[in-house]
């Protein structure tokens, strides 16, 4: 399961905007003006556009108002908004743009603009909207962004190159909304929450790794007194201990909603989050140091917070004890995760309690999880990773057929030892995408996946002792790994996968017999899902190696998409067609 992400606020502008967009056509709308065409134009030329996105920008294109990225006032012409997001342009910032007098939205973000940070842009006095984040921009941010005192949302994310020589003209931005300043040191702004807290309306900060842990803090009775307007926090990858949270206070008032804290060096929570943050939806405490007995954690968390918080994001972190009864308190709770920590016991029945809970991930554990109808309380549930837990019983869980919105489900190295009849494969949730039972002991013949599996793009059966026939599978399936069984028969179901989207193909260690057919190199196989081979991903090379018969083959040329595939250990016979040079993104 990945960690939490939040979506920016500010992207909600896009569906805001007050001025009416180019496409909207009309006989009454102004065509932009002569002097902003040109200065668009001049902004344009010593760009590298790869991509072709500003093909539209041209001379004989007379209104500039029709233009990619550009957004004009319907009545008046003037030029103001210019999103040219992800575009993949490189080269310089023109100050030409000093020409769009009117501009209130300025986009750049994602692109590879290079050279030092634009002076000019502080200038740009009409605007509430600016994102230079992730081009290949450096140097100091200037002193002239504080003239834009409008100003409501301000990104600046950096791959490194930005300098913060001081923070005194972020303080004049007092209209500022949002801000986003992720990968800018501020080791040397001792005086960064002050500033921060002279930003009334800000609800929304971004300082991930921004080096927070170097910062000298001055305390002063003003500093504990203040409080901020910031409803999400994101403060992640700072190498932050315990220690901070006294500066943190006047930071996570009752307005916060969201607080990512992760990858940083935390070893608890004080208990006054639980008590103060009574309107805490999200909190992310992935990949830090805690250290602590997991009901103690939840304690400090069970004030006001423990009846709003949806989100509980505390993987890769050293939690012991078990998943005790205080979960309940929680009963607002739709995603939980709790993976890779050194939790042990038995679940208890209260969390089957918990109505709204829709993602669990409880993988890489020591916990003991009932196979009995506890489960079937989840009605909501649609995400389930249980690696390496360990089943009470070796019974196949029978409460899987009561999820009927299950979408993922991992089960790999449950302790599952049983044979699943028949009929139960006719039971799984109709839009299950992801199914991983790998790493148990489970017995059985496998039917035809083809229909009740229509929706899935991985399967996993390996290392079981399922046996028979293979089965016909989805046609839009990208991974299918089946090694390690007992499987026998030819493989010509490969043939009926006529869409094409297999990309991960491991049949080895079985006892498959009969020819490799022809079809799985003449049909062609998607390019665009990525694939692994050992669940590390491998690299890419223009050549393959291929064990075949004893002897090792080598093939150059152009090879098509199919990325990895592993007939290992098995009795086909035949040599490899030559057709296979085709799968020109074969890497295994």
């Known amino acids: 399961m990945n960690p939490c992400v939040f979506i920016i606020p500010s992207l909600l502008l896009l569906l805001l905007v007050t001025t009416t967009t180019s496409q909207l056509g009309g006989d009454d709308m102004k065509k932009c003006l002569d002097n902003e065409r040109d200065a668009l134009l001049l902004f344009k030329a010593p760009l590298q556009d790869p991509n072709g996105h500003l093909s539209t920008w041209r001379v004989d294109q007379h209104d500039c108002c029709k233009w990619s990225g550009v957004t004009c006032n319907n009545q008046t012409g003037h030029v103001t908004w210019l999103h040219l997001d992800s575009y993949g342009l490189g080269g310089e910032i023109s100050h030409s743009l000093l020409n769009l007098t009117y501009l209130n939205h300025l986009d750049l973000s994602r692109n590879s603009f290079h050279g030092t940070i634009p002076t000019f842009i502080g200038s740009l006095r009409e605007l509430i909207f600016l994102d230079l984040s992730y081009n290949s921009l450096y140097g100091t941010i200037p002193p002239e962004f504080g003239n834009i005192t409008n100003l409501q949302r301000l990104y600046l994310g950096s791959m490194g190159g930005f300098r913060v020589e001081n923070l005194e003209w972020l303080s004049h931005l007092y209209r500022l909304e949002e801000l986003q300043m992720d990968g800018i040191s501020l080791a040397k702004q001792n005086h960064w929450v002050d500033v921060i807290l002279s930003l009334r309306k800000l609800s929304y900060l971004s300082l991930d790794g921004c080096e927070l842990s170097h910062v000298v803090y001055p305390y002063s009775s003003s500093f504990f007194n203040s409080s901020s307007s910031i409803e999400s926090l994101y403060l992640g990858n700072n190498n932050l201990t315990s220690s901070m949270y006294r500066w943190l206070?006047?930071?996570?008032?009752?307005?916060?909603?969201?607080?990512?804290?992760?990858?940083?060096?935390?070893?608890?929570?004080?208990?006054?989050?639980?008590?103060?943050?009574?309107?805490?939806?999200?909190?992310?405490?992935?990949?830090?140091?805690?250290?602590?007995?997991?009901?103690?954690?939840?304690?400090?968390?069970?004030?006001?917070?423990?009846?709003?918080?949806?989100?509980?994001?505390?993987?890769?972190?050293?939690?012991?004890?078990?998943?005790?009864?205080?979960?309940?308190?929680?009963?607002?709770?739709?995603?939980?995760?709790?993976?890779?920590?050194?939790?042990?016991?038995?679940?208890?029945?209260?969390?089957?309690?918990?109505?709204?809970?829709?993602?669990?991930?409880?993988?890489?554990?020591?916990?003991?999880?009932?196979?009995?109808?506890?489960?079937?309380?989840?009605?909501?549930?649609?995400?389930?990773?249980?690696?390496?837990?360990?089943?009470?019983?070796?019974?196949?869980?029978?409460?899987?057929?009561?999820?009927?919105?299950?979408?993922?489900?991992?089960?790999?190295?449950?302790?599952?030892?049983?044979?699943?009849?028949?009929?139960?494969?006719?039971?799984?949730?109709?839009?299950?995408?992801?199914?991983?039972?790998?790493?148990?002991?489970?017995?059985?013949?496998?039917?035809?996946?083809?229909?009740?599996?229509?929706?899935?793009?991985?399967?996993?059966?390996?290392?079981?002792?399922?046996?028979?026939?293979?089965?016909?599978?989805?046609?839009?399936?990208?991974?299918?790994?089946?090694?390690?069984?007992?499987?026998?028969?030819?493989i010509s179901f490969i043939c009926q996968i006529v869409d094409g989207f297999l990309s991960f193909l491991d049949l080895s260690h079985n006892s498959l017999i009969g020819r490799l057919p022809n079809c799985m190199v003449q049909q062609g196989f998607s390019q665009d899902v990525q694939f692994y081979t050992t669940y590390e991903q491998e690299t890419y090379v223009d050549h393959a190696m291929i064990q075949w018969q004893g002897n090792e083959h080598e093939f150059f040329s152009t090879l098509k998409q199919l990325k990895s595939i592993d007939l290992s250990s098995n009795n086909l016979t035949g040599q490899i067609p030559n057709e296979i040079t085709n799968l020109y993104d074969l890497i295994a």
């Open 249 to 490: 206070f006047p930071l996570t008032t009752n307005k916060l909603r969201v607080l990512d804290l992760s990858s940083n060096m935390l070893d608890g929570i004080p208990k006054y989050l639980g008590i103060n943050l009574c309107r805490l939806e999200a909190l992310s405490l992935d990949n830090n140091s805690l250290v602590v007995e997991f009901p103690d954690f939840l304690n400090n968390l069970s004030g006001c917070a423990s009846l709003s918080l949806k989100m509980l994001y505390a993987p890769r972190n050293q939690f012991t004890g078990s998943l005790s009864s205080e979960i309940q308190k929680f009963s607002s709770i739709t995603s939980l995760d709790l993976s890779n920590n050194h939790l042990n016991g038995s679940i208890s029945e209260k969390l089957w309690e918990l109505p709204r809970l829709q993602t669990l991930d409880l993988s890489f554990n020591n916990l003991r999880v009932p196979s009995t109808y506890h489960f079937s309380n989840l009605s909501y549930v649609k995400y389930i990773d249980l690696t390496s837990c360990k089943l009470l019983g070796s019974r196949f869980p029978k409460w899987i057929q009561t999820f009927k919105n299950l979408t993922f489900l991992d089960l790999s190295n449950t302790g599952i030892s049983d044979t699943i009849p028949l009929e139960f494969w006719d039971m799984w949730p109709s839009q299950l995408q992801h199914l991983n039972l790998s790493s148990n002991n489970i017995s059985g013949k496998v039917p035809d996946l083809s229909s009740n599996f229509a929706q899935s793009s991985v399967i996993d059966l390996s290392s079981n002792r399922f046996y028979g026939p293979i089965p016909n599978v989805p046609s839009a399936l990208s991974t299918l790994n089946l090694s390690r069984n007992k499987f026998s028969g030819g």
